[in-house]
């Protein structure tokens, strides 16, 4: 029989429908899939809920939910825009991601390049330049190569002044600047050249890379060149002792006090995620970085996006503490001249300094591992299927031990929302 404190509990709670599935990543953390329902208690935060699954209680992403009135079906996601293009629009409609990325000097230069090593080939070419931003590559290559047309497309509202920049460096003779989506705007001729900067945060996220593959299908001529024509997602074990500190550690005797107890709220809110813009020492990466996944950019379709799955295995090359792995790309032009170089832009710690820097996936728990000892298992980034510019990046790992250390063996599984 239930009793009435029960009957109050219940209803201070609210139910909730999951819009698609989600795998738990430690014990505190429910998995489910998608259309369950699940009863909140609370809203610690804005991002994570204490919430109820068949008797069963833990931490849910509040974004994985939507609510659901008596009565009424399932909300449906079409209602919002799934590819929030107000806000990502938004964004690069103002100066402060431009100056990001312009700012990027190895990013800038590297189109550079490109464009310059291929100028005598590219003079009798036509050009599109997709999501062009303040339209410096198209500014590039009626400058240096001279093409007959380069069609500067870009959605935000930077266009206007992309408009305005073009014609104040005198190249609105060779550059049209077209304003609108790729999907939906209009050229009077195919392209031989298709180019673009469309690489997120652990290369997909923001997904703008689907756009880059529906020009390609429409616009781009038989036998045409993508710049870049390929790209690669790289993985490495690595030690975060400073990261780890301010975030973890901090909590067992601050000014004397032990405040362990705050230790599994702050996994929650720092570990969960995954780290953007970090910058990892190459002496913290514990084993050669391998390659996890490879894109043709002449092949790869837009189905494919939906889940991308790499394998791992690494060598641990020295004794230390296992606290993540870190994530980054490399992307590669290839020449439009026969035996010509390749160029590549790096975004790795060996490399120059890029405004993505690098992505670190924290462990919830720390590993002591040895040299000799191996790691390996698979990376797996599955779209969300509601809201299209974000992704779930789900690791598995096995560490086995070498024959020094035979009883180093241990297995974990961890997913990481980016960022619904």
């Known amino acids: 029989m239930q009793t009435e404190k029960e009957d109050e509990d219940d209803a201070s709670c609210e139910e909730y429908v999951a819009r698609s599935d989600f795998t738990g990543s430690g014990t505190d953390q429910l998995s489910f899939s998608r259309g369950d329902r699940l009863l909140v208690h609370a809203k610690p935060s804005s991002e994570w809920w204490w919430a109820e699954l068949q008797g069963v209680i833990g931490y849910v992403p509040a974004g994985y939910l939507s609510q659901d009135a008596a009565g009424e079906e399932e909300e449906d996601p079409s209602i919002e825009d799934p590819w929030q293009d107000e806000e990502y629009f938004g964004n690069y409609g103002t100066l402060r991601l ?7 000097k190895s990013r800038t230069e590297a189109y550079r390049q490109v464009i310059l090593r291929n100028s005598a080939s590219l003079s009798s070419k036509r050009v ?9 590559i198209s500014l590039f290559c009626a400058q240096l190569a001279r093409p007959s047309m380069v ?9 206007e002044y992309t408009r305005q920049l073009v014609k104040q460096n005198g190249c609105d003779e060779v550059v049209t600047v077209l304003q609108g989506r790729a999907e939906e705007i209009e050229l009077p001729e195919q392209v031989d050249v298709l180019v673009s900067e469309w690489m997120g945060n652990c290369l997909l996220f923001e997904f703008m890379v689907e756009s880059v593959l529906l020009a390609r299908d429409r616009w781009l001529r038989d036998g045409g060149t993508m710049w870049p024509s390929s790209a690669a997602l790289t993985l490495v074990p690595c030690q975060a002792d400073s990261y780890y500190a301010e975030k973890m550690a901090f909590w067992e005797r601050p000014y004397g006090l032990d405040f362990t107890p705050l230790q599994p709220l702050a996994q929650q809110e720092f570990f969960t995620k995954p780290k953007f813009s970090h910058i990892i020492d190459p002496c913290d990466c514990l084993a050669a970085p391998c390659d996890v996944i490879s894109l043709d950019m002449y092949t790869l379709q837009v189905g494919d996006l939906e889940q991308m799955k790499g394998q791992f295995h690494f060598c641990v090359e020295k004794s230390a503490v296992f606290h993540g792995f870190t994530a980054w790309f490399t992307v590669c032009f290839k020449s439009l001249e026969a035996g010509g170089a390749t160029v590549e832009l790096n975004t790795g710690p060996n490399s120059g300094p890029t405004h993505w820097k690098q992505t670190l996936f924290m462990l919830d728990r720390p590993v002591s ?3 000799g000892d191996s790691i390996s298992g698979t990376i797996v980034l599955q ?20 024959t020094d250390n035979p009883d180093n063996a241990q297995a974990g599984t ?3 929302p980016m960022w619904r």
Do not use: Q
């Not at 431009?98 to 990027?104: A, F, G, N, Q, V």
């Open 98 to 104: 431009h100056l990001e990325m312009l700012s990027d």
């Open 128 to 136: 599109m330049d997709l999501g062009c931003g303040t339209g410096i």
């Open 151 to 159: 069609y500067a497309v870009e959605a935000s509202s930077m266009a």
């Open 369 to 371: 591992v040895c040299a």
């Open 383 to 402: 779209r969300n299927p509601v809201w299209r510019r974000h992704m779930t990046v789900t690791l598995h790992w096995t560490i086995k031990g070498s």
């Open 414 to 416: 961890k997913s990481f």
